[in-house]
């Protein structure tokens, strides 16, 4: 069974940080798409990170500069640190990935992400 456990929230002051895990199991990672997305209260799920199988990352214009995401192919796990947090990003981060052979989408059940002012 494909899961996808994220780890890593908590309550934070604006300004602080957090790294996010998006640990994987069922299934190597290592040559899929992976991606981060949020839901803030009130909101749609929205793109906030993607890294590719060639390392190549994009970012939401809103946490560029600010968020990055790796992957440790050791650990099938996924990262999302954080940095310089505003009230806004307060959120439930989901992870998600996309196979490769064949395009199957999994998501993880997310892990809340609270940023006070």
């Known amino acids: 069974q494909v899961q996808l456990v994220e780890s890593g929230g908590g309550l934070v002051q604006a300004g602080g940080s957090l790294r996010l895990s998006c640990a994987a199991s069922g299934r190597t990672f290592s040559r899929d798409d992976m991606f981060w997305y949020r839901q803030g209260p009130g909101k749609e799920r929205e793109f906030v990170a993607h890294i590719g199988t060639n390392d190549d990352r994009t970012y939401t214009d809103s946490v560029k500069g600010r968020f990055t995401i790796s992957r440790d192919v050791a650990k099938n796990t996924v990262y999302l640190q954080m940095n310089s947090l505003k009230p806004e990003d307060t959120a439930i981060y989901y992870c998600?990935?996309?196979?490769?052979?064949?395009?199957?989408?999994?998501w993880g059940q997310g892990t809340q992400v609270t940023v006070s002012s």
């Open positions: 998600r990935a996309r196979a490769f052979d064949g395009g199957n989408i999994y």
